[in-house]
């Protein structure tokens, strides 16, 4: 059985204060319910990880960050090494993420180096993949997911293929409002775990969890989460909001 995962991008949203304010509310309504069953896990901007961390102990809610750098320590000036995620507390690392691709040029190439040493230091990456809505429309996406996987994904060895999250989050649903039918989710997170499988093999493939991200909301999420091959989910903007999220953690 696949412990469903459901993580918070914040993206660059939240201050210091903000995060304060946002994880004081979230533990409140979080502690009224029992949620043991799912893993949750929020993902601040790098400035507030520290904060995020001191008040997340003692509670099941981790951490993750949103990006690191592929090298340990160096004179890469404005990047974040894995040493110092995890030295925060990261279990969770997100790599690959389609706005990285667009405004930062990341490669699958270069998200698959990020993630052997998010592995190497312990941490649990959750690589991002997705089609545009262009390649949607050229009928492109199987083509375009078989690739992002087949690349961002490989040189592991069975045990870290085990370990690693998948999102699918199809472009053209992240912050539009339009997020991708369940059955479109399910088609191609179906696809996606066949591709792994031929990499690493059924066992390996069955036990990795991939999650849907692009316009979840409270609302649409229950039946997204309900297909077969949907582990949980990657929430940007409804993840912002105490009470929106709390209720996405639920449905
Ligand atoms: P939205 O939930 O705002 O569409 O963003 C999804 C996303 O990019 C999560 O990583």
New binding site residues.
């Given amino acids: 059985m696949r412990k469903q995962l459901i993580a918070a ?1 914040w993206k660059m949203y939240k201050t210091i204060l903000e995060t304060k304010d946002f994880i004081d509310k979230f533990l409140i309504l979080i502690k009224s319910v029992n949620i043991n069953n799912r893993e949750i896990v929020l993902c601040p901007p790098f400035t507030s990880l520290y904060v995020a961390s001191e008040m997340l102990k003692n509670t099941n809610i981790k951490l993750g960050a949103q990006n690191m750098y592929i090298e340990e320590k160096g004179a890469f000036t404005g990047e974040i090494s894995p040493v110092m995620i995890k030295e925060l507390n990261c279990e969770y690392v ?1 790599l690959g ?3 990285r691709r667009k405004y930062f040029n990341e490669t699958d190439e270069f998200i698959n180096k990020k993630m052997l040493m998010a592995l190497k230091y312990g941490l649990i990456p959750i690589v ?1 993949i997705g089609e545009t809505l262009q390649e949607r429309e050229e009928n492109k996406t199987f083509e375009v997911l078989k690739y992002q996987v087949e690349n961002s994904l490989a040189n592991l060895t069975h045990e870290q293929a085990a370990k690693i999250v998948i ?1 699918y ?1 199809p472009v053209w ?4 409002g339009k997020n991708a039918t369940p059955q479109q989710a399910e088609e191609a997170q179906s696809f996606i775990r066949e591709v792994y499988a031929n990499m690493y093999g059924k066992d390996v493939a069955e036990r990795i969890r991939i999650l849907y ?4 909301k409270p609302e649409n999420f229950k039946e997204i989460i309900s297909q077969k091959n949907v582990d949980g989910g ?5 993840s912002l909001d105490p009470e929106s999220f709390f209720k996405i953690c639920c449905v």
């Fill in positions: 991008n997100i993420h389609s706005e991002c999102a989050e649903a992240i912050g539009t991200g692009g316009s979840i990657l929430v940007g903007g409804a």
